[in-house]
Protein backbone atom coordinates (compact mmCIF):
# COMPACT_ATOMS: atom_id res chain seq x y z
CA UNK A 1 0.00 0.00 0.00
CA UNK A 2 2.62 2.91 0.69
CA UNK A 3 4.76 1.60 -2.34
CA UNK A 4 1.22 2.68 -4.45
CA UNK A 5 1.08 5.62 -2.38
CA UNK A 6 4.86 6.51 -3.14
CA UNK A 7 3.93 5.83 -6.65
CA UNK A 8 1.20 8.68 -6.93
CA UNK A 9 3.55 10.92 -5.10
CA UNK A 10 6.25 10.58 -7.89
CA UNK A 11 3.07 11.57 -10.41
CA UNK A 12 2.42 14.54 -8.00
CA UNK A 13 5.61 15.49 -7.59
CA UNK A 14 5.73 15.92 -11.27
CA UNK A 15 2.27 17.93 -11.41
CA UNK A 16 4.19 20.56 -8.81
CA UNK A 17 7.20 20.96 -10.58
CA UNK A 18 4.49 21.68 -14.08
CA UNK A 19 2.96 24.02 -11.84
CA UNK A 20 5.86 25.90 -10.66
CA UNK A 21 7.68 26.52 -14.09
CA UNK A 22 4.03 27.83 -15.83
CA UNK A 23 3.68 29.82 -12.87
CA UNK A 24 3.32 33.78 -14.43
CA UNK A 25 1.93 32.10 -18.13
CA UNK A 26 -0.04 34.18 -20.45
CA UNK A 27 -3.51 33.64 -20.05
CA UNK A 28 -3.94 34.81 -23.59
CA UNK A 29 -1.46 31.10 -24.54
CA UNK A 30 -2.41 28.94 -21.45
CA UNK A 31 -5.36 30.32 -20.23
CA UNK A 32 -5.99 26.95 -18.40
CA UNK A 33 -2.14 27.16 -16.84
CA UNK A 34 -3.09 30.41 -15.04
CA UNK A 35 -5.27 28.79 -12.39
CA UNK A 36 -1.87 27.93 -11.15
CA UNK A 37 -1.93 31.30 -9.70
CA UNK A 38 -4.88 29.92 -7.75
CA UNK A 39 -3.65 26.35 -6.63
CA UNK A 40 -0.09 27.21 -5.81
CA UNK A 41 -0.80 27.94 -2.02
CA UNK A 42 -2.64 24.66 -2.35
CA UNK A 43 -0.02 22.58 -3.61
CA UNK A 44 2.39 23.98 -0.52
CA UNK A 45 0.51 23.16 1.34
CA UNK A 46 -0.05 19.82 0.85
CA UNK A 47 3.36 19.01 0.41
CA UNK A 48 3.38 19.82 3.50
CA UNK A 49 1.14 17.06 4.97
CA UNK A 50 2.77 14.79 2.78
CA UNK A 51 6.21 15.09 3.71
CA UNK A 52 4.12 14.88 7.37
CA UNK A 53 2.35 11.83 6.32
CA UNK A 54 5.58 10.03 5.20
CA UNK A 55 7.66 11.00 8.27
CA UNK A 56 5.43 9.13 9.82
CA UNK A 57 5.36 5.78 8.11
CA UNK A 58 8.41 5.90 5.93
CA UNK A 59 10.49 8.58 6.43
CA UNK A 60 12.72 8.03 3.21
CA UNK A 61 9.76 8.38 0.99
CA UNK A 62 9.31 12.03 2.41
CA UNK A 63 12.78 13.70 0.40
CA UNK A 64 10.97 13.71 -2.63
CA UNK A 65 8.08 15.79 -1.57
CA UNK A 66 10.65 17.81 0.65
CA UNK A 67 12.84 18.25 -3.34
CA UNK A 68 9.49 19.32 -4.33
CA UNK A 69 8.77 22.17 -1.99
CA UNK A 70 12.46 23.54 -2.01
CA UNK A 71 12.21 23.44 -5.96
CA UNK A 72 9.42 26.07 -5.62
CA UNK A 73 11.35 27.89 -2.76
CA UNK A 74 11.02 30.62 -5.31
CA UNK A 75 7.38 31.08 -5.08
CA UNK A 76 6.78 30.39 -1.64
CA UNK A 77 8.79 33.45 -0.43
CA UNK A 78 5.74 35.28 -2.13
CA UNK A 79 3.46 33.65 -0.30
CA UNK A 80 4.86 33.78 3.63
CA UNK A 81 7.56 36.45 4.97
CA UNK A 82 8.52 37.42 7.95
CA UNK A 83 9.74 41.22 7.27
CA UNK A 84 9.88 43.48 10.48
CA UNK A 85 9.45 47.09 9.59
CA UNK A 86 12.18 49.39 8.85
CA UNK A 87 12.78 52.36 10.80
CA UNK A 88 15.54 54.29 9.37
CA UNK A 89 15.78 57.99 9.81
CA UNK A 90 14.53 58.61 6.57
CA UNK A 91 11.30 56.73 7.62
CA UNK A 92 11.19 58.62 10.25
CA UNK A 93 11.52 62.55 8.63
CA UNK A 94 10.68 62.12 4.98
CA UNK A 95 7.71 59.12 4.28
CA UNK A 96 3.90 59.39 4.31
CA UNK A 97 1.60 56.75 4.66
CA UNK A 98 -1.02 55.42 1.95
CA UNK A 99 -4.25 53.23 2.55
CA UNK A 100 -5.74 51.13 -0.35
CA UNK A 101 -9.15 50.45 0.11
CA UNK A 102 -11.60 48.42 -2.35
CA UNK A 103 -15.14 49.98 -0.63
CA UNK A 104 -17.32 47.16 -2.27
CA UNK A 105 -19.33 50.82 -2.41
CA UNK A 106 -19.89 50.45 0.72
CA UNK A 107 -22.20 48.03 0.28
CA UNK A 108 -22.04 46.27 3.78
CA UNK A 109 -23.49 49.97 5.33
CA UNK A 110 -25.91 51.08 2.90
CA UNK A 111 -27.99 47.89 3.10
CA UNK A 112 -28.14 47.94 7.01
CA UNK A 113 -31.33 48.82 8.88
CA UNK A 114 -31.62 52.76 9.25
CA UNK A 115 -30.37 52.89 12.73
CA UNK A 116 -27.26 50.09 12.06
CA UNK A 117 -26.64 52.26 9.02
CA UNK A 118 -26.03 55.45 10.94
CA UNK A 119 -23.78 53.36 13.56
CA UNK A 120 -21.46 51.90 10.72
CA UNK A 121 -21.12 55.35 8.79
CA UNK A 122 -19.84 56.54 11.97
CA UNK A 123 -17.26 53.34 12.37
CA UNK A 124 -16.16 54.05 9.09
CA UNK A 125 -15.43 57.76 9.44
CA UNK A 126 -13.89 56.82 12.80
CA UNK A 127 -11.85 53.95 10.84
CA UNK A 128 -10.59 56.46 8.68
CA UNK A 129 -9.29 59.23 10.71
CA UNK A 130 -7.81 56.85 13.42
CA UNK A 131 -5.80 55.83 10.53
CA UNK A 132 -6.05 59.19 8.94
CA UNK A 133 -3.84 58.16 5.46
CA UNK A 134 -2.02 61.28 3.52
CA UNK A 135 -3.00 59.24 0.38
CA UNK A 136 -6.74 57.59 0.13
CA UNK A 137 -7.18 54.58 -3.49
CA UNK A 138 -10.43 53.38 -3.37
CA UNK A 139 -11.61 50.65 -5.75
CA UNK A 140 -15.28 50.37 -6.21
CA UNK A 141 -16.19 53.90 -5.17
CA UNK A 142 -20.14 55.30 -5.60
CA UNK A 143 -21.45 58.64 -4.67
CA UNK A 144 -22.86 56.78 -1.52
CA UNK A 145 -19.67 56.09 -0.73
CA UNK A 146 -17.72 59.11 -1.98
CA UNK A 147 -19.87 61.18 0.21
CA UNK A 148 -19.20 59.41 3.46
CA UNK A 149 -15.42 59.32 3.10
CA UNK A 150 -16.09 63.76 2.01
CA UNK A 151 -17.67 63.50 5.21
CA UNK A 152 -13.89 62.35 7.17
CA UNK A 153 -13.03 66.06 6.46
CA UNK A 154 -9.34 64.42 5.74
CA UNK A 155 -9.12 65.10 1.62
CA UNK A 156 -8.53 68.63 0.66
CA UNK A 157 -7.63 66.90 -2.59
CA UNK A 158 -9.00 64.35 -4.54
CA UNK A 159 -9.89 62.58 -8.40
CA UNK A 160 -13.01 60.41 -8.73
CA UNK A 161 -14.25 59.00 -11.95
CA UNK A 162 -17.45 57.97 -11.08
CA UNK A 163 -18.34 56.25 -14.77
CA UNK A 164 -15.56 53.92 -13.54
CA UNK A 165 -15.70 53.43 -9.95
CA UNK A 166 -11.97 54.07 -8.92
CA UNK A 167 -10.53 57.38 -7.05
CA UNK A 168 -7.50 58.76 -5.20
CA UNK A 169 -8.47 61.19 -1.80
CA UNK A 170 -5.35 62.96 -1.00
CA UNK A 171 -3.91 65.87 1.36
CA UNK A 172 -1.27 66.14 -0.98
CA UNK A 173 -1.91 69.19 -3.88
CA UNK A 174 -2.08 67.41 -7.00
CA UNK A 175 -0.35 68.50 -10.17
CA UNK A 176 -2.06 66.81 -12.66
CA UNK A 177 -4.57 63.99 -12.97
CA UNK A 178 -6.21 61.16 -15.60
CA UNK A 179 -7.70 57.91 -16.24
CA UNK A 180 -6.76 55.09 -18.10
CA UNK A 181 -9.81 53.53 -19.75
CA UNK A 182 -10.14 49.83 -19.69
CA UNK A 183 -12.78 49.34 -21.76
CA UNK A 184 -14.99 48.34 -18.88
CA UNK A 185 -17.55 50.37 -16.17
CA UNK A 186 -16.38 48.08 -13.55
CA UNK A 187 -12.42 47.83 -14.09
CA UNK A 188 -10.30 51.09 -14.51
CA UNK A 189 -7.33 53.18 -13.54
CA UNK A 190 -7.27 56.63 -12.50
CA UNK A 191 -3.93 58.58 -11.22
CA UNK A 192 -2.66 61.62 -10.37
CA UNK A 193 0.51 63.59 -9.96
CA UNK A 194 0.91 64.60 -6.19
CA UNK A 195 3.42 66.76 -4.66
CA UNK A 196 4.30 64.98 -1.47
CA UNK A 197 6.87 66.13 1.03
CA UNK A 198 8.12 68.57 -2.17
CA UNK A 199 8.44 65.57 -4.16
CA UNK A 200 6.60 64.84 -7.40
CA UNK A 201 5.00 61.64 -7.16
CA UNK A 202 2.52 59.52 -9.62
CA UNK A 203 -0.32 57.21 -7.38
CA UNK A 204 -2.12 54.75 -9.44
CA UNK A 205 -5.26 53.67 -7.97
CA UNK A 206 -6.12 50.27 -9.72
CA UNK A 207 -9.26 47.58 -10.15
CA UNK A 208 -8.58 44.97 -12.63
CA UNK A 209 -11.00 42.52 -14.04
CA UNK A 210 -12.95 40.73 -11.12
CA UNK A 211 -12.96 36.40 -11.89
CA UNK A 212 -17.19 37.11 -10.89
CA UNK A 213 -16.93 33.66 -9.49
CA UNK A 214 -17.75 34.65 -5.89
CA UNK A 215 -21.87 33.56 -5.93
CA UNK A 216 -20.85 30.45 -7.93
CA UNK A 217 -18.35 29.40 -5.31
CA UNK A 218 -21.01 30.29 -2.38
CA UNK A 219 -23.81 27.94 -4.23
CA UNK A 220 -21.40 25.01 -4.55
CA UNK A 221 -20.52 25.34 -1.07
CA UNK A 222 -24.22 25.42 0.00
CA UNK A 223 -25.47 23.29 2.24
CA UNK A 224 -28.35 22.96 0.33
CA UNK A 225 -28.64 20.11 -2.06
CA UNK A 226 -27.62 20.89 -5.47
CA UNK A 227 -28.02 18.33 -8.68
CA UNK A 228 -24.79 16.84 -9.89
CA UNK A 229 -25.85 18.51 -13.48
CA UNK A 230 -26.14 21.92 -12.26
CA UNK A 231 -23.09 22.05 -10.19
CA UNK A 232 -21.34 20.86 -13.43
CA UNK A 233 -23.33 23.72 -15.21
CA UNK A 234 -21.60 26.51 -12.46
CA UNK A 235 -18.41 25.05 -12.24
CA UNK A 236 -18.16 25.00 -16.21
CA UNK A 237 -19.69 28.88 -15.84
CA UNK A 238 -16.80 29.97 -13.48
CA UNK A 239 -14.10 28.42 -15.68
CA UNK A 240 -15.26 30.47 -18.86
CA UNK A 241 -15.30 33.73 -16.36
CA UNK A 242 -12.12 32.98 -15.07
CA UNK A 243 -10.85 32.17 -18.42
CA UNK A 244 -12.34 36.04 -20.27
CA UNK A 245 -11.41 38.18 -17.29
CA UNK A 246 -7.78 36.30 -16.87
CA UNK A 247 -7.01 37.40 -20.37
CA UNK A 248 -8.80 41.05 -19.41
CA UNK A 249 -6.41 41.03 -16.48
CA UNK A 250 -3.23 40.38 -18.89
CA UNK A 251 -4.56 43.15 -21.17
CA UNK A 252 -4.89 45.53 -18.23
CA UNK A 253 -1.56 45.47 -17.04
CA UNK A 254 0.19 45.34 -19.70
CA UNK A 255 -1.67 48.86 -20.92
CA UNK A 256 -0.94 50.01 -17.25
CA UNK A 257 2.83 49.24 -17.58
CA UNK A 258 2.61 50.58 -20.85
CA UNK A 259 1.48 54.01 -19.19
CA UNK A 260 3.87 54.71 -16.52
CA UNK A 261 7.10 53.72 -18.71
CA UNK A 262 6.65 56.66 -20.18
CA UNK A 263 7.31 58.89 -17.28
CA UNK A 264 10.57 59.86 -15.76
CA UNK A 265 9.63 60.41 -11.83
CA UNK A 266 8.35 57.94 -9.08
CA UNK A 267 5.27 56.13 -9.69
CA UNK A 268 3.31 54.01 -6.68
CA UNK A 269 0.84 51.21 -7.90
CA UNK A 270 -2.18 50.66 -5.28
CA UNK A 271 -5.37 48.31 -5.59
CA UNK A 272 -7.59 45.80 -6.19
CA UNK A 273 -5.40 42.98 -9.34
CA UNK A 274 -8.21 40.49 -8.66
CA UNK A 275 -5.09 38.21 -8.87
CA UNK A 276 -1.94 36.42 -6.69
CA UNK A 277 1.37 37.01 -6.78
CA UNK A 278 1.80 33.89 -9.25
CA UNK A 279 -0.06 35.35 -12.27
CA UNK A 280 0.69 36.45 -15.29
CA UNK A 281 -0.65 40.57 -15.15
CA UNK A 282 1.29 40.39 -10.94
CA UNK A 283 4.74 39.35 -12.63
CA UNK A 284 4.26 42.52 -15.35
CA UNK A 285 4.07 44.64 -12.61
CA UNK A 286 6.79 42.69 -10.56
CA UNK A 287 9.07 43.69 -12.96
CA UNK A 288 8.80 47.24 -12.20
CA UNK A 289 7.88 47.36 -8.85
CA UNK A 290 8.49 46.29 -5.44
CA UNK A 291 6.14 44.96 -3.35
CA UNK A 292 5.10 46.81 -0.14
CA UNK A 293 4.21 43.22 1.28
CA UNK A 294 7.52 41.15 0.42
CA UNK A 295 9.31 44.40 1.66
CA UNK A 296 7.96 44.73 5.12
CA UNK A 297 5.17 42.58 5.86
CA UNK A 298 4.17 39.50 7.59
CA UNK A 299 2.52 36.59 7.28
CA UNK A 300 0.45 35.41 4.52
CA UNK A 301 -0.96 39.40 4.07
CA UNK A 302 -4.85 38.03 2.71
CA UNK A 303 -6.61 40.85 1.86
CA UNK A 304 -9.53 38.89 0.44
CA UNK A 305 -12.49 37.96 3.16
CA UNK A 306 -15.01 37.02 0.63
CA UNK A 307 -16.37 33.41 -0.71
CA UNK A 308 -12.80 32.45 -1.65
CA UNK A 309 -10.97 34.20 1.96
CA UNK A 310 -7.12 33.87 2.11
CA UNK A 311 -6.16 34.96 -0.32
CA UNK A 312 -3.87 38.41 -1.15
CA UNK A 313 -5.08 40.40 -4.30
CA UNK A 314 -4.78 43.84 -3.10
CA UNK A 315 -1.40 45.05 -3.29
CA UNK A 316 1.20 48.47 -3.14
CA UNK A 317 3.28 48.37 -5.60
CA UNK A 318 6.20 51.31 -5.90
CA UNK A 319 8.97 51.95 -8.54
CA UNK A 320 11.67 49.84 -7.47
CA UNK A 321 13.92 52.49 -8.97
CA UNK A 322 13.03 55.17 -6.10
CA UNK A 323 10.22 53.99 -3.80
CA UNK A 324 11.17 52.41 -0.39
CA UNK A 325 8.71 50.96 2.15
CA UNK A 326 8.60 51.41 5.80
CA UNK A 327 5.86 49.20 6.83
CA UNK A 328 2.78 47.65 5.37
CA UNK A 329 -0.07 46.21 7.58
CA UNK A 330 -3.68 44.46 6.62
CA UNK A 331 -6.29 46.33 8.54
CA UNK A 332 -8.92 43.93 9.87
CA UNK A 333 -12.40 45.90 8.84
CA UNK A 334 -16.12 44.64 8.19
CA UNK A 335 -17.08 47.49 5.79
CA UNK A 336 -16.46 45.45 2.38
CA UNK A 337 -15.28 42.11 1.42
CA UNK A 338 -12.10 43.64 1.16
CA UNK A 339 -9.26 44.39 4.28
CA UNK A 340 -7.56 47.26 3.43
CA UNK A 341 -3.38 47.91 3.06
CA UNK A 342 -2.17 50.27 5.03
CA UNK A 343 2.01 51.00 4.10
CA UNK A 344 4.39 53.91 4.95
CA UNK A 345 6.62 55.14 2.22
CA UNK A 346 9.16 57.47 0.76
CA UNK A 347 10.97 58.40 -2.43
CA UNK A 348 14.47 58.03 -2.55
CA UNK A 349 14.99 60.56 -4.77
Not at 11 to 16: D, I
Not at 224 to 235: A, G, L, P, R
Amino acid sequence: MLQFLFSLNIVWSFVCILLYIIVGADPRTFWLFSISSILIPIVFILNILIILFWLVFKWKYAVLSLITLVFGYSHFTKLLVFEADKITEKCKSHSFNLMTFNIYGLKNIKISSEQTKEINKTKFISFLRKYNPDILCVQEDNFYADAIINKTEIFPYFHYEPSHATAIYTKFPILDKGFLDFGTVTNSCVWVDVLANGKKIRIYSVHLASNRVSVDVEKITDNTEEKSNEKFSIIKRMFVNYRRNSIHRAKQSELLVKHFQNINYPFIICGDLNDTPFSYSYEQLEQYCNDSFLECGDGLGSTYVGALPGLRIDYVLGDIKSIEFCSHKVLPSTFSDHNPVYVRLYSKI
